[in-house]
């Protein structure tokens, strides 16, 4: 009897030893087929929510397959199971930049485990965006545009700064998205840094090269009050292209105010000379009523530094002075006919326009009311006064080449040409 029992426990001994030890095992049906582990395991797709795994199955008996992870390439769990000749599985979960996985893969039996796969490892690739550049800039917006390099973000965050150090989200646009309008009040003087990072679920990517704004004479545009303005480059000066056209139209025979809104003159009272030739202005309106300047008085205190006038942030009215530097230099050296727009004169006093200045014989409103000298005379207003009842204008005409300053009465209304603070 005890002979008996002690065979009994012998054999429920090797029994159990036999179905959990792990080895190359054979196929319990056939002792002779080898338990192959699967091969050629591959990360063929890893995202922050997901990694794909792909395998050859070497057995024809395994019941299953086992996929197993790693943070640390020592312990493994088991994260998925799938069934036999299945060569596929995707393991859902959450997957940061800052760590490494591992992966691998073994066959079942009902009794035995093949051995393992070979291991894949790989940390999340969050590619940065590239290519970060300033498409436009001008005083209300910025355009950036860049390359999205991952397939996985869910927006992109944009950060600007303005001593090149300290940085702060001024925008966040949506994934897929390579373009962002940054609306806002810039400096055109001033340089602005930008950058860009994709954002997921859990990660963000590193930063996109930086993209600097710099106002650009001659490549810059001024959007003021709904019009774009281009500009120009001459000597060291940067000027509007183009004559103000800003305000509401009022009758010539009326005098501009204080109060109301910005005024203008169109010439002949047509909204359409506005349009083509821009506004005119009496000297007053021009300033803005600056330190109560009048058409009739002086400012006080005189005017010091840039006077802003109906000009756009960061332009003013320019001086006498700035004038006379205008014409000094080499571009324009004393002739007119480089400020004139190309057509505009007559015979040899015909505009060539090689400064880019563009100057129009706009004609003007006089004091009385009535206007005149359209196709015959341009006048641009200068913030100097003469004394309290005239200021100095630059006038062109069509006949010479000459430049004239005139010190006239400031009811009269002339253009007004801005000049770029600080250039």
Aim: hydrophobic share 30%.
């Amino acid at each position: 009897m005890r002979t008996k029992i002690l065979f009994l426990i012998t054999l429920i001994s090797i029994l159990i030893f036999s179905s959990c030890k792990d080895y190359d095992f054979q196929n319990p049906i056939d002792s002779d087929t080898e338990f192959i582990a699967p091969g050629d395991l591959k990360l063929t797709e890893f995202t922050e929510t997901s990694a794909k795994l792909e395998w050859t199955d070497n057995s024809a008996f395994e019941i299953g397959f086992e996929i197993e992870k790693s943070e640390d390439g020592t312990t493994y769990v088991i994260v998925k199971t799938v069934d036999a000749n299945i060569k596929t599985a995707t393991i859902d979960g959450a997957y940061l930049t800052t760590k490494q996985y591992f992966f691998r893969v073994r066959a079942k039996s009902n009794y035995y485990y093949s051995k393992y796969s070979n291991i894949v490892s790989q940390s999340l690739q969050f590619n940065a965006p590239t290519n970060l550049q300033v498409t436009s800039f001008i005083e209300t917006q910025v355009i950036l545009t860049w390359t999205d390099n991952c397939t996985f973000e869910t927006s992109f965050e944009i950060e600007k700064s303005e001593n090149g150090s300290t940085y702060a989200i001024i925008k966040t646009v949506n994934a897929n998205m390579t373009t962002a309008t940054i609306e806002g009040s810039y400096i055109t003087t001033k340089q602005y840094s930008f950058r860009v990072r994709a954002k997921a679920i859990y990660n963000y990517s590193e930063y996109s090269d930086i993209a600097m704004s710099l106002f650009l004479c001659g490549q810059a545009v001024v959007n003021y009050s709904g019009r774009i303005y281009n500009t120009v480059k001459i000597g060291g000066q940067c000027w509007l292209k183009e004559n103000l056209n800003i305000g509401t139209k009022i009758d010539g025979g009326n005098n501009q105010t204080s109060g109301n809104g910005i005024e203008k003159y169109c010439y002949d009272n047509n909204e359409i000379n506005c349009t083509t030739y821009g506004g005119l202005y009496q000297w007053a309106e021009a300033v803005q009523y600056q330190n109560g300047a009048t058409n009739t008085t002086s400012p006080s205190p005189t005017f010091t530094g840039n006077v802003k006038g109906i000009c756009p942030s960061g332009w003013h009215i320019p001086t006498k002075a700035e004038f006379e530097t205008l014409i000094a230099s080499s571009v324009v050296n004393n002739n007119s006919n480089t400020l004139k727009a190309i057509g505009h004169g007559t015979g040899n006093d015909t505009g060539t326009n090689t400064s880019g200045f563009s100057a129009l014989l706009v004609g003007s409103r006089d004091n009385d009311g009535t206007f005149n000298n359209l196709g015959f005379g341009t006048y641009f207003w200068s913030s100097a006064e003469y004394d309290v009842a005239s200021a100095y204008i630059l006038a062109l005409y069509d006949i010479n080449s000459n430049l004239y300053f005139h010190n006239i009465n400031k009811g009269n209304g002339f253009s007004v040409r801005c000049l770029k603070d600080d250039y």
